[in-house]
Every structure is written in C-alpha cells, then in structure tokens.
C-alpha cells in the first residue's frame, strides 16, 4: 500500500527557514505526480506547490520565491524548501500523490501531515 511520511516541520521564527521531506514508498516514484498542501486551522486545504514527474513546478501565489519544491527520484522523496517564512504559513502541510494515477492533483494518496508554526 501507499505510505507517505512527512517530516520536517517545527517552530520557526517570522523570516526563519524549514525543509520538509515526504518519503514515498508503495508507488513508482520517478512517474508519479506530487505535491504539497497545507491546512490552517478554520480554512480549507490548499495547494502550496507541486512537481510532475519530470520536475516540473507550479507554486501557489503566496509562496512563490519563497518556497521551493523538489524531488529526489532515486530516493523516493520529495522536499519543500521554506524560506522567508511569515506566520501567515503557519498550517499542517501535507504531502499528496497522484496514485492512483488521474493525472491530476490532488492524488488520492495522503500523508499524515506534519506541523509548520511560524511564531516569535
């Protein structure tokens, strides 16, 4: 089955950075889809930042040049960079696979989540 296991986040000061990683397995990572979402409490979930399967991004309005998605094929992972961090992204940020595959985010696949708080 599916596993996708976020890790990464944590407390972070306003203009701080983190990494997250989503370790993939259950899926034939070089071909699939991936993305990243996040949810702050008392909004819905939305998308931050995706990568096809042959590294192409797309970035949500309020993370672009700040935030940066990539994906390490032959280790199954995918990372969001997160600089210039503003409380504003505070939220749970998901990693999302299109598997099985529509061709279309968001994929069927989710992690856990894992908690991004950006505080003084």
């Known amino acids: 089955q599916v596993q996708l296991v976020e890790s990464g986040g944590g407390l972070v000061q306003p203009g701080g950075s983190l990494r997250l990683s989503c370790a993939a397995s259950g899926i034939i990572f070089s071909v699939t889809a991936m993305g990243w979402y996040r949810q702050a409490p008392g909004k819905e979930r939305e998308l931050v930042a995706a990568i096809t399967r042959v590294g192409s991004t797309n970035y949500a309005h309020s993370v672009k040049g700040r935030f940066t998605i990539s994906r390490d094929n032959a280790k199954n992972t995918m990372y969001l960079q997160m600089n210039s961090l503003k409380p504003e992204d505070t939220a749970v940020y998901y990693c999302?696979?299109?598997?099985?595959?529509?061709?279309?985010?968001?994929?069927?696949?989710w992690g856990q989540g894992t908690q991004v708080t950006v505080s003084s």
């Open positions: 999302n696979a299109d598997s099985p595959p529509t061709g279309y985010l968001p994929g069927g696949s």
